[in-house]
């Protein structure tokens, strides 16, 4: 039992002793200076080959650079700490500085990183002539370009100490790295103990360019550096609701993460990049500001995005970059540029203006690369210069929620007037998806009849432009859902005139844009549409040759014909109680590209009784849809269901409400055998048991007879 017990105690002992040396968190204070990866840097005595963890600060240890060190992460070094502190419990001894050398050199943080001075504050002796200065010690991490990231908190706390005539100030200069803090960061600024005014500050340097602070919690600020210069980015990163700090002046401002962020204090200034990111949100309740001359405001979600109060009555710059979407929720006026990189615009029932009105209309820029606007309208102020057509000097993309379909305005000479032009574009599903029509336009091929003009229409108005009376505007619009055309049938119109000379459609079949030249002005409430002398071939979705619906033995059987088909994808049957709410019933797979004469049917078992209505909505690849004549079908409150088809043992039968005494039903074979036969037992319900020495399988049919009524027939399968 002895041997056992000393076995036991010596084992527990070699562990005790062990593990600490090799696990242990140890706290390296700089005693020299010089490179972090360095151990004489960290009192040491290995110079090269040197171990984290061992030799220098590692993941896991506590790493302290007291005043008068300084402490460099050399090129392409990752260093790692689980605390940083600058300056702690150190005396006067000069400033304490970290460097990251080069834009590779960076530094992980698990936990805190802390600046202070914690030695009591000592009043000076204001009798005391020795005393007749302060000296500033600036402790400072200085990033030059690489990457720092904080795991914890960022504490930095300027002090001031009267008997030895020291002020401590700190600053983290980002240079043009990055730095992300996913605590609160803490600063406290302090106020000379030398004459009692003089302010000691805690600072974040942001002056260089292209700099980046990313704030993951609460930021108290002591002074920020980012003034109208500096291209530094502060963004609030948490995933929840966020205080944004204070600060005279934002360059680049970015809310990115997720809930509401929340301005506090008023008198801020963006002068760069608002950027709403993620799925992030603005409140001003607590705090209000505006934007500089030279500012932007960026939609960059990760969802849908609807604007709140970043989206001003009058901004500088606006840019979508948003695959999901903004929904607009108040009218706005960009001055200077609109941006159009990614993702579309829901007006709603508001207007965005491009440039500036007055005396002298300033145009603003439009940058396209995807996108359109929708359900409200957008303002163009035009200068008297030229603009070529199909450029984004003279566009207006938009469109409907589903498609894509600019307009576009040309001056081929200098105006003597400007101001603005309004857009909007209303697009009708219905179909056809033109009208017929009939005027003749005289300037197309010495006279050519326009026999149907689209429902979908561009709505123009102009407020003042473009009067100086001479023959030389032009307008171009089109774009996708009119199905397949043929370029030389189509034409740009008016309901049931044209203006102007024609000129001849461009862009493909099925994305095609119509002109017009010869413009001497655009007046006011213009509607324009695409028409066609060819009705027939253009354009060409489907050309729906028939559409019916009728009651027939207990079920209502619907059929359409279709003679051409072009991207059609599937129709939808929809049926209605009143004629207004309809609801799909049937999907039916579409042709896809077709010449051919192709027939279809759908039958409804289950009809709704009296009155019903029906109609056929037709889909194409890209999501556009029409809409066929409605057709009413009055199945007279006198059916029959059954269930289940096929059936092995019994089925039920359900009647109209109307059945009366006397009824009957019966069941025969194909041959017409009778095979079952009684008087209705229920005037709503029935069940029969199916006995499976008469019904062996095959189809068979259910007869209801009902006294002064057309025998009613369902085919019944037994398996």
């Not at 409400?657 to 709503?684: A, T």
């Amino acid at each position: 039992m002895g041997i056992v017990s000393y076995k036991l105690i010596c084992h527990t002992f070699f562990l005790f002793v062990v593990f600490p040396v090799l696990g242990a968190t140890f706290t390296a204070t700089s005693t020299t200076g010089g490179n972090w990866n360095i151990g004489t840097s960290w009192g040491g005595a290995c110079a090269s080959g040197c171990v984290a963890g061992t030799d220098y600060p590692g993941a896991s240890d506590i790493a302290n650079i007291p005043g008068g060190k300084s402490i460099t992460i050399p090129n392409g070094f990752a260093a790692s700490a689980t605390t940083l502190k600058l300056n702690s419990d150190d005396g006067d001894v000069g400033a304490s500085t970290l460097t990251f050398a080069t834009a590779t050199s960076s530094l992980n943080v698990s936990g805190n990183v802390s600046f202070g001075y914690s030695i009591p504050t000592c009043k000076k002796n204001i009798s005391d002539p020795t005393i007749m200065a302060f000296t500033l010690r600036t402790h400072q991490i200085i990033l030059t370009g690489g990457t720092f990231t904080i795991g914890g908190t960022l504490t930095m706390t300027a002090a001031t100490n009267g008997c030895t005539g020291y002020d401590h100030a700190h600053t983290i200069n980002l240079g043009s790295g990055t730095m992300t803090v996913t605590g609160n960061i803490s600063m406290t600024n302090a106020i000379s103990d030398f004459d009692g005014t003089t302010p000691i500050y805690t600072t974040i340097d942001m002056t260089t360019a292209n700099c980046v602070l990313n704030v993951g919690n609460g930021f108290t600020v002591g002074r920020v550096l980012n003034g109208t210069g500096a291209t530094g980015t502060i963004n609030y990163t948490r995933a929840g609701a966020q205080t944004i700090a204070p600060s005279p002046i934002y360059y680049n401002l970015t809310l990115s993460g997720s809930g509401v962020k929340s301005l506090s204090g008023n008198g801020n200034i963006v002068n760069g990049i608002l950027s709403m990111q993620g799925t992030a949100t603005l409140s001003t309740a607590l705090g209000i500001f505006v934007y500089g001359t030279n500012s932007t405001l960026e939609y960059k979600g990760s969802a849908a995005q609807s604007s709140g109060p970043e989206l001003k009555a009058t901004i500088e710059t606006l840019k979508i970059d948003n695959s999901n979407g903004v929904t607009f929720n108040n009218s706005s006026s960009a001055n200077d540029a609109v941006t159009m990189t990614s993702g579309n615009i829901n007006l709603g029932t508001f207007t965005l203006s491009l440039g500036t009105g007055g005396a002298s209309s300033t145009p603003g820029t439009l940058t396209y690369t995807s996108g359109r606007m929708y359900n409200g309208s957008f303002k163009r102020y035009f200068g008297t210069g030229a603009v070529a057509i199909g450029t984004a000097a003279g566009q207006f993309p938009i469109g409907s929620s589903l498609h894509y379909r600019p307009f576009w305005i040309g001056i081929s000479s200098f105006m003597t007037t400007s101001n603005s032009v309004t857009l909007s574009h209303t697009e009708d599903y219905t179909h056809p998806a033109f009208n017929t029509a009939s005027h003749n336009d005289a300037t197309w091929s010495g006279g050519t009849t326009v026999k149907g003009v689209s429902k979908s229409t561009w709505n123009v108005s102009n407020a003042g432009c473009f009067t100086d009376g001479n023959d030389d505007l032009q307008v171009r619009f089109g774009g996708f859902g009119f199905g397949t055309n043929t370029l030389t049938d189509l034409d740009a119109s008016l309901a049931s005139s044209v203006i102007g000379t024609f000129s001849a459609a461009t862009g493909s079949s099925t994305e095609p844009y119509v002109n017009r030249t010869g413009l001497s002005e655009l007046i006011v409430d213009d509607v324009w549409r695409i028409g066609t002398k060819n009705i027939i071939q253009s354009p060409l979705p489907i050309e729906l040759l028939n559409f019916e619906a009728n009651f027939k033995e207990n079920k209502v059987d619907v059929k359409w014909s279709t003679a051409t088909e072009t991207n059609n994808y599937y129709f939808t049957v929809e049926r209605s109680a009143d004629g207004i709410n309809f609801e799909g019933i049937a999907t039916i797979t579409g042709a896809g590209n077709s010449s051919n004469l192709i027939n279809y049917n759908k039958s409804d078992f289950e009809p709704l009784s009296g009155i019903s209505y029906y109609r056929l909505r037709q889909t194409d690849r890209d999501g556009s849809f029409s809409y066929s004549q409605i057709v009413a079908v009055n199945v007279g409150r006198y059916f029959f269901t059954l269930g289940p088809n096929p059936a092995s043992d019994e089925i039920f039968l359900r009647f109209s409400d109307n059945i009366i005494n006397g009824s009957s039903i019966k069941i025969v074979d194909m041959l017409g055998r009778n095979c079952f036969e009684e008087k209705l037992l229920s005037s709503d319900f029935q069940k029969i048991t199916l006995d499976k020495l008469t019904f062996v399988p095959g189809l068979y049919y259910v007869l209801l007879n009902v006294p002064g009524k057309p025998l009613l027939k369902q085919p019944l399968f037994v398996q």
